[in-house]
């Protein structure tokens, strides 16, 4: 059995600078992964500890009332109607969905997988793990007569914040359709919208009301501060569901049923999404001033948890000009060729040390 060849680990890369930024007298503002800092809101860890006497083994399908409170939030947040209640499945977390998807749904040797050209480098991961091949495209065109069997979309994207309109998301979706190509869409930014409203593949004016072919993947990471708690969820095509919950059964990916008490609770807590995007929108407004007034240029960052900044030099140099500072970021180059000239500046910092991270930006040196 061959062994795969996956990539490094890009973290790994970014030893050295971070030393550098851990070296700054005032400590390191560390602004290169996406991990919540804020607290896990007292409802969803008051619900996290009410079941923890349960001992037997979780549903892999997850609670009905798990699945109640996916689709309703989908419904009074995002506009998505018509989701079956079975057609929700809940995930250890949403990268271990995106990893497995393509193996998970059958997909192998001789297939191929579309992913953004700028991307979250797990979507090029689990093409490998499932021995497909890779292709970085975000137009239909590039493609010319090839037929993928599945299409990566990422709107609010990760790294650049950048939104799709509805307009090429029905483009997306009904060519797909026409070729018999799954359609996944990474929507764990969807609640983060700060320029404009970002739509779900499965809003109504994008799918027409149709989820065949179409599977959504969603995170309560970012919304909801449960990075630790790993919960996610997929849901659309009540067929592709279905599939994948055969195999998850056997493989016991299952979420533990206490995180799935925690899910409801936070699905259900609009009040507390509100607050947490409120931080996040403080320290969005901080950086982003800090940013442009030492010559970077931010561009698309309309949604997300992250600034897609540039000063139109390689991405290396910028990221020691900030470590020089204390402020560690990570290059572009993470996300795909053409993200050479870009850093992705992540939100997830306390106040007081995106405070620290503008005091220095701003500082006379």
């Not at 795969?4 to 503002?29: C, M, N, R, Y």
């Not at 809101?41 to 109640?68: K, M, N, Q, W």
């Not at 650049?160 to 799954?182: C, F, S």
């Not at 020691?320 to 997830?348: C, D, M, N, Q, S």
Request: proline content about 7%; overall charge negative.
């Amino acid at each position: 059995m061959s062994r795969i060849a996956l990539p490094d680990f890009p973290w790994d890369s970014l030893a050295e600078v971070k030393a550098t930024a851990q070296a700054h007298p005032g400590g390191v503002v560390d602004l290169s992964i996406g991990t919540p800092v804020d607290p896990v809101p007292e409802g969803i860890r008051a619900a996290l500890a009410s079941v923890s006497d349960i001992p037997g083994y979780p549903t892999t399908h997850g609670i009905p009332a798990l699945r109640e409170a996916a689709r309703a939030a989908l419904s009074r947040r995002h506009g998505v109607e018509d989701i079956e209640p079975d057609a929700v499945l809940p995930t250890i977390g949403s990268k271990e969905a995106v990893a497995w998807l393509p193996r998970l749904l059958g997909f192998g040797d001789g297939d191929l997988v579309v992913i953004p050209e700028l991307a979250y480098p797990t979507y090029e991961v689990g093409a490998l793990l499932a021995g497909a091949s890779i292709l970085r495209s975000d137009g239909l065109t590039a493609l010319g007569p090839q037929r993928p069997a599945m299409l990566w979309l990422n709107s609010p994207s990760n790294p650049t914040g950048k939104v799709l309109p509805v307009e090429h998301l029905r483009k997306v979706v009904e060519w797909a359709r026409e070729r018999d190509v799954v359609v996944v869409s990474d929507e764990c930014y969807l609640a983060l919208g700060w320029e404009t409203d970002p739509l779900s593949v499965l809003h109504p004016d994008v799918c027409d009301g149709r989820m065949d072919g179409l599977i959504a993947v969603h995170s309560l990471s970012k919304s909801a501060n449960l990075a630790s708690y790993r919960a996610g969820f997929l849901t659309g095509d009540p067929v592709l569901i279905k599939r994948l919950l055969e195999v998850r059964k056997h493989a016991g990916m299952i979420v533990p049923r206490p995180v799935q008490e925690a899910m409801v609770a936070a699905l259900t807590d609009d009040e507390a999404l509100t607050a947490q995007r409120e931080r996040y929108a403080r320290r969005r407004l901080a950086l982003w001033k800090a940013l442009q007034d030492n010559g970077f240029r931010i561009d698309h960052s309309e949604a997300g948890l992250y600034l897609w900044a540039t000063r139109d030099e390689d991405a290396s140099a910028t990221v020691g000009w900030l470590a020089e500072r204390g402020i560690l970021v990570a290059p572009g180059t993470f996300y795909g060729p053409k993200g050479g000239k870009h850093v992705r500046v992540a939100l997830t910092a306390t106040d007081e040390r995106v405070d620290a991270a503008v005091e220095r930006l701003t500082a006379p040196r």
